[in-house]
């Protein structure tokens, strides 16, 4: 039942229907029980917005663990970027740290990120699929700036502390926004 400690909207928007209808009840009756109903329905729909605001779930932890790395990026701050990704995923850290300082970003965000969590592997594991945007230059004999869609796999492990790494990521430059890349 971990569906509203994700996503609230569904149940803000049926509370609001709902509280709608009584009122338009209450108009045509004017029943004063009804306020009870409107009153009931308010808590009820307030509570699971603030649970669901303040559940810290699986999903929500890739999700700020992403988005922290795509700060970092950013910054320029490859020590940043690497703290999103296991110590055990080597050639990944080798591969961000080469290629990160050979650019000058200005801009990254993610859009579009798509997260599947398998708690049946050991340890845990997850799939987030996303957009990457990159804007940026190379920082010796680059062309202008430019912006790089990325379409990104990224294979994530839980970690001691209930903390998600990056274990391993597959991307494709140019995919995924307006079509081909570099």
Same mark, same amino acid.
């Given at each position: 039942?971990?569906?509203?400690?994700?996503?609230? @909207?569904?149940?803000?928007? =049926?509370?609001?229907?709902?509280?709608?209808?009584?009122?338009?009840?209450?108009?045509?009756?004017?029943?004063?029980?009804?306020?009870?109903?409107?009153?009931?329905?308010?808590?009820?729909?307030?509570? =699971?917005?603030?649970?669901?605001? #303040?559940?810290? @779930?699986?999903?929500?932890?890739?999700?700020?663990?992403?988005?922290?790395?795509?700060?970092?990026?950013? /910054? #320029?701050?490859?020590?940043?970027?690497?703290?999103?990704?296991?110590? #055990?995923?080597?050639?990944? /850290?080798?591969?961000?740290?080469?290629?990160?300082?050979?650019?000058?970003?200005?801009?990254?965000?993610? /859009?579009?990120?798509? =997260?599947?969590?398998? /708690?049946? #592997?050991?340890?845990?594991?997850?799939?987030?699929?996303?957009?990457?945007?990159?804007?940026?230059?190379?920082?010796?004999?680059?062309?202008?700036?430019?912006? =790089?869609?990325?379409?990104?796999?990224?294979?994530?492990?839980?970690?001691?502390?209930?903390?998600?790494?990056?274990?391993?990521?597959?991307?494709?430059?140019?995919?995924?926004?307006?079509?081909?890349?570099?």
């Amino acid at each position: 039942m971990s569906w509203f400690t994700e996503d609230s @909207t569904p149940v803000l928007v =049926i509370g609001i229907i709902t509280v709608a209808i009584l009122l338009l009840a209450l108009v045509k009756t004017g029943r004063l029980g009804l306020l009870y109903a409107i009153l009931g329905v308010g808590v009820v729909a307030g509570a =699971i917005v603030v649970i669901e605001k #303040n559940t810290v @779930t699986d999903t929500k932890r890739i999700r700020t663990l992403l988005n922290s790395a795509a700060a970092a990026a950013e /910054r #320029n701050d490859v020590a940043g970027v690497l703290e999103a990704i296991s110590p #055990n995923a080597q050639s990944l /850290r080798q591969e961000v740290s080469r290629q990160l300082p050979q650019f000058e970003v200005q801009s990254a965000y993610i /859009r579009g990120l798509e =997260i599947k969590i398998n /708690r049946f #592997n050991n340890p845990p594991s997850a799939v987030a699929t996303f957009i990457g945007h990159v804007e940026g230059r190379m920082r010796r004999g680059g062309l202008a700036t430019q912006h =790089i869609p990325v379409q990104v796999k990224a294979t994530l492990v839980l970690g001691p502390n209930d903390r998600w790494f990056v274990e391993m990521a597959e991307w494709q430059l140019g995919i995924g926004v307006g079509g081909g890349g570099p």
